[in-house]
């Protein structure tokens, strides 16, 4: 990390406790796995949502909600791939996740 870059996500949370699952989160899954060119950011944050809600991964779904935002999805589009997905996920983890967006788009 260079001397005015700001420290991931993943730094801030674990940094000196948890060092090769910040650098894995970092270097791999941030830097490797979302710079492929097959999909497009946008795409990825749509898919990444989607897993997140049908595993009714809340913890982390903050997060990923607003990178989708910062990636080009529009609220309107994440509120509809979530009511979507109680068809498929259930209602619960929809439930769940719509929870989590309602906070996090009108906080």
Do not use: C
């Amino acid at each position: 990390m260079s001397g005015d870059e700001q420290p991931s996500g993943a730094a801030l949370m674990f940094g000196d406790f948890a060092p090769q699952l910040v650098r894995f989160t970092d270097e791999v899954l941030f830097g490797q796995a979302w710079e492929r060119p097959g999909l497009s950011a946008r795409d990825r944050s749509l898919v990444t949502v989607a897993s997140l809600v049908t595993s009714g991964s809340t913890e982390q779904l903050r997060f990923h909600l607003g990178r989708a935002i910062d990636n080009g999805v529009t609220e309107a589009e994440l509120i509809e791939a979530i009511t979507h997905l109680a068809f498929y996920a259930g209602w619960p983890r929809a439930m769940s996740a719509m929870t989590v967006a309602k906070d996090l788009f009108h906080a």
